[in-house]
């Protein structure tokens, strides 16, 4: 197992709280955002500042940690490509087990899947998983800079919202065709040819 770094603000220290149950400790502090702390169209960039609110509890199997992530996330609007800020608050709460209470922990709730079981390592609770699946379901697929954003021309790629009556004069692609086709039939007599190859069949 990933050894814990101690020095890491996403990381607390069990023995802030101990194991007498009904402990609790509080902890406020900011946090740097680890890397890939999002999606691939919005995510809060590493090392940026996640502001922590955690609410320790010893409890029987472990220690409780309830609490609030604040920070914002960066990304591009998918319509009109402007930079976006969103401002991310969630909240979380999570069971860390004891190691020498997981044995236990596992029996009583069999149900649990062990993968999502957060175990007390080295008597440390690394809350980044714990961030992650607070936050990243919360972050939104396809960001808009706001709701009605009218996006970009989809011939020329102006921004609709700086030039609202901004539109092309369509020609079917058919009659295009067409016209271009016009003045070489006009210049190479191309129908003439035509008519003598018949002649000749
Ligand atoms: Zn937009
Ligand atoms: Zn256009």
Sequence with gaps: MERLDP???LVLDAKDVGRRPGAMHAVERTAG????FGTDVIAVPEGQPLALDVRMESVHEGVLVTGTVSGTAVGACVRCLDDIDLPVDARFQELFVWPDRAEHHRE???EHDQDEEHQIVDDMIDLETVLRDAVLPS???QPVCRDDCPGLCSQCGARLEDDPEHHHDVIDPR???LEALAPLAGSQGSSETETNDEKRN
Excluded at 33 to 36: E, F, I, V
């Design 108 to 110: 009583v709730d069999a």
């Design 7 to 9: 020095a890491s603000a």
């Design 33 to 36: 955002a680890p890397a890939d």
């Design 139 to 141: 972050l939104p697929f």
């Design 175 to 177: 009659w295009a065709a």
